[in-house]
């Protein structure tokens, strides 16, 4: 079983950044190292893929309409992965949620509210 606790949204100006975290508990404290990834749902919108990265930090994958403006990153240690938003757009409100790739089935947070305004 995996909990997943995302934090750091909140409300911007078009053009600014934010960071969000999302800790990963498992049982007994033990690390996830598994992919890890964020997922977004706009309004009105389909739920979409954002960015994703492996249990190998090279990996790592993203969407067209954030490459180049987010990072995603990890740290195993504290069992955290984090998003790093840059040049933000109104097109980026959502609710963001966190996502580990588990083989036996994903788990996912609650979700964190963006929301970018011009």
């Known amino acids: 079983q995996v909990q997943l606790v995302e934090s750091g949204g909140g409300l911007v100006q078009a053009g600014g950044s934010l960071r969000l975290s999302c800790v990963a508990s498992g049982a007994e404290g033990a690390r996830i190292m598994y992919p890890m990834g964020w997922y977004r749902q706009g309004p009105g919108k389909e739920h979409e893929f954002v960015a994703k990265?492996?249990?190998?930090?090279?990996?790592?994958s993203y969407a067209d309409s954030v490459k180049g403006r987010f990072t995603i990153s990890r740290d195993y240690a504290k069992n955290t992965m984090y998003l790093q938003m840059n040049s933000l757009k109104p097109e980026d409100t959502a609710v963001y949620y966190c996502n580990v790739d588990h083989p036996g089935g994903d788990y996912w947070g609650q979700g964190t509210q963006v929301t970018v305004f011009s």
């Open positions: 990265i492996g249990w190998n930090v090279d990996s790592t």
